[in-house]
């Protein structure tokens, strides 16, 4: 477990963003796997279960921390204390997955996905803000954004995406 920990943390304080692509079945330690992730696409087939009162243990993987805040307390004790199957529209529903696609179309969705978030800029500040919100207060929160701000205002990306702005164009960032 201490490796699957490890594992989450480091999906956790990763900059870029991760896109979990969800097929069959998610079970356990899959579903663990798929809250670590930023971003999830479901197979339209696609199931889950936490399983682990089935398996007479308690939840590992992080499922227990981030359950909580994707669905809430109610919808997570549901899902963890009675281990049922729920469907990728129910996760979807519930806030577990942000898209569903047919399953033939699964792992071109996913790239595109991968290419869109490639071309894009100031995802590693937008993840840390993101995740640094639930501890901080709004105050330091705020000063957070402002810092981060300050520090993408002097990267040849906000340089072009105001360039691109004002030439009313696509940017093309590179990662400066």
């Known amino acids: 477990l201490s490796r699957v920990h490890a594992t989450i943390e480091n999906m956790r304080a990763m ?3 991760i896109i979990a692509s969800v097929r069959g079945a ?4 899959g579903v663990s796997l798929m809250l670590a992730c930023d971003l999830v696409l479901a197979a339209d087939d696609a199931f889950f279960t936490l399983a682990y009162c ?3 243990t308690s939840p590992d993987g992080g ?3 981030a359950l909580p805040r994707t669905v809430g307390l109610k919808k997570a004790m549901e899902i963890a204390l009675l281990g049922d199957r729920f ?3 129910d996760a979807l529903d519930w806030g577990m997955v942000n898209r569903i696609v047919p399953a033939a179309d699964l792992e071109a969705e996913t790239d595109k996905l991968a ?4 071309k894009a800029a100031g995802h590693a500040e937008a993840k840390a803000l993101l995740n640094a919100s639930f501890h901080n207060s709004l105050a330091e929160q705020l000063d ?10 002097r990267t040849g990306d906000f340089y072009e995406g105001v360039t691109a702005f004002a030439e009313k164009r696509k940017p093309g960032f590179t990662g400066e």
Do not use: V
Request: aromatic share 6%; hydrophobic share 45%; charged share 15%.
């Open 15 to 17: 900059p870029q963003p």
């Open 26 to 29: 998610a079970a356990g330690a």
């Open 54 to 56: 089935h398996i007479g």
């Open 63 to 65: 499922s227990t921390y």
């Open 87 to 89: 469907t990728a529209q």
């Open 115 to 118: 290419a869109r978030l490639a």
């Open 144 to 153: 957070a954004e402002k810092a981060a701000f300050i520090r993408n205002t």
